[in-house]
């Protein structure tokens, strides 16, 4: 169990060092043993089936915390029902120069631009090797070095060199911090970069006689004409599924306290509407059968509750983190299986979509 004044000690110190240097503490921390697992009650109406895998639970690890693949398992074992590590690059890469994520307390929020800072498809890979048989549910969130030639083959390079070892690829072209990247999100170009990277899957299948699934992770800035698009592509092209949203680059909302104007894209409790607004819009569009991931602003149960009925079958998170501390896995976990027993339901799939409607009526 988690010990709730060891989390806010924990929080008081890290939150007294810059907020880059505090994250690489954590990730030191997980990888030591500091930071213990949690013993958590166990659901079994939690559990999501998706593709050919069940998820203990619906909470994920969002990518951005691990991009280097250090702690998947540490992670796992915190109650997250999967983690999802990267970005990563096929070449290494040091992201934009510091400082680069700001914290802003006021408004739960984080503003980040590291600009896809990583080192490497082979170092990543020599870590996830290191697992050996560990099980556990690990997605590779792939994406393109800054100064690539050809991005497309930077993506379709990342599904060859994990597809034996990832439990399921993130397509990330949603990160406003590399110049020219959500210009992918064009469906002309998205419709070469889905099929360059659907059919490097499709020869991956033959070989190791898995069918990987693979997810788009898209911004919650698009406009509407153009999530009919990528939504129309994702189908046609026999994608996997959508994770929704990555960052947004507005600064709608916010209080005006702390680094507001900081450039980079913003996360956290102030992405939560816009997010869930994209999320019941791209659920409407897809329609029932297409998996979603909803992200963005989750940091009770009661958001985690929302983007399901808004169209969610899994959840990610990760700025709420950098405020709340690893107890709130266990709480919001706690706060879903309340909610299925007040309203009498066996599974979370039997709550998707209760909201859909109203989320993808209102007003961005």
Known sequence: MSLPWLDKAALKVLHALDAETAHRMTILALKSGVLPGQRLRSDPRLAVKLWDLTFPNPLGMAAGFDKNGEVPDAL????????????VTPRPQPGNSRPRVFRLPADQGVI????????GHEALRKRLDARGNLTGIVGINVGANKDAEDRIADYVSGIYAF?????????????????????????????ELLTGVISARDECTQKIGRHVPVLLKIAPDVADEDLSDIVEEVLSKGVDGLIVSNTTISRDGLSGFGPAEEAGGLSGRPLFRKSTIMLARARKLAGPELPIIGVGGIDSAETAWTKITAGADLLQFYSSLVFKGPALVGDILDG????????????LREARDANMEAWASEEA
């Open 76 to 87: 796992l074992k915190l109650g997250f029902g999967h983690a999802e590590v990267g970005s």
């Open 112 to 119: 980040n631009r590291y600009g896809f800072n990583n080192e």
């Open 163 to 191: 597809a034996d070892i990832a439990t399921y690829f993130t397509v990330n072209i949603s990160s406003p911090n590399t110049p020219g990247l959500r210009d992918l999100q064009a469906r002309s170009v998205l419709a």
């Open 336 to 347: 879903l299986s309340d909610k299925l027993e007040e309203q009498g339901l066996s599974s």
